[in-house]
């Protein structure tokens, strides 16, 4: 069992940054599968990136070189650093956790956070 809460969220401008941070309480967040996912109005769940029970990162392409990944094994946290926002980043952003070892679609992932707002006004 793992439950999650993210934070971090709010009201940026184009071209503007946050970090979105999620806590977990799983006995067994050192070896899980992290990812965030993001959802805007009447559009399916969309993959942001992953990170691995080792710290290897994976983005999808829309984000890559804009948004960082990172975990803290020790604090049992995720974090998500997001650079030059742009208008298409508004959803609602989700982390989650997955038993997985290359979790991309969101029914591989087995724990969800309740998700946090993020809105880039242009």
């Known amino acids: 069992q793992a439950q999650l809460v993210e934070s971090g969220g709010g009201l940026v401008q184009v071209g503007g940054s946050l970090t979105l941070s999620c806590a977990a309480s799983?006995?067994?967040?050192?070896?899980?599968?992290l990812g965030w996912f993001r959802q805007a109005p009447d559009k399916e769940r969309e993959f942001v990136g992953r990170?691995?029970?080792?710290?290897?990162?994976y983005l999808a392409d829309s984000v890559k070189g804009r948004f960082t990944i990172s975990r803290n094994n020790g604090k049992n946290t995720l974090s998500l650093q997001m650079n030059n926002l742009k208008p298409e980043d508004t959803a609602v952003y989700y982390c989650?956790?997955?038993?997985?070892?290359?979790?991309?679609?969101?029914?591989?992932?087995?724990?969800w956070g309740q998700g946090t707002q993020v809105t880039v006004s242009s």
């Open positions: 990170i691995s029970y080792i710290s290897v990162a």
């Open positions: 799983a006995r067994t967040f050192s070896r899980l599968t």
């Open positions: 989650a956790a997955s038993l997985g070892i290359i979790p991309t679609r969101p029914d591989e992932y087995n724990y």
